[in-house]
């Protein structure tokens, strides 16, 4: 049977400087293959360089940023998607004076993130880090 999936009863996972994600697939249905959400940000913040285990797209819903993508950082506004093939390196910057909202989507309903810098690999919404 479908369900509802409320926003605003949904519980946010704080992700470290203010950055915080509402999963909005919270259990997903039998043969559901992707998970999504919407992670926010404060101004200045960012989240660190890493990649996951499946593709994942991304479209800012909010604010104005950077996204670092292929080595590269480019400007991102309201509606711009990235495509992420599993194993590229990315990460988003909120480069704007407001919240920056991303709606992310996982091609896969077991997510992992692997970050540049240390190389360690941790569950999606596990671990120490953002």
């Not at 991304?58 to 998607?81: I, R, S």
């Not at 495509?83 to 990460?91: I, S």
């Amino acid at each position: 049977m479908g369900r509802i999936v409320w926003f605003g009863e949904s519980s946010p996972i704080a992700r470290g400087s203010g950055i915080e994600t509402v999963v909005l697939t919270p259990e997903p249905l039998e043969g559901q293959c992707f998970v999504m959400g919407i992670t926010s940000f404060p101004p200045g913040t960012s989240i660190p360089l890493h990649c996951h285990n499946t593709v994942e797209q991304v479209t800012l819903v909010e604010g104005e940023g950077m996204v670092e993508l292929g080595g590269e950082l480019h400007p991102v506004v309201p509606y711009d998607t990235t495509q992420v093939p599993a194993g590229e390196f990315h990460r988003f910057i909120n480069t704007g004076c407001g919240r920056m909202r991303i709606l992310w989507v996982y091609g896969s309903t077991t997510v992992t993130r692997t970050f540049a810098e240390t190389g360690e690999t941790v569950p999606q919404f596990g671990g120490s880090s953002v």
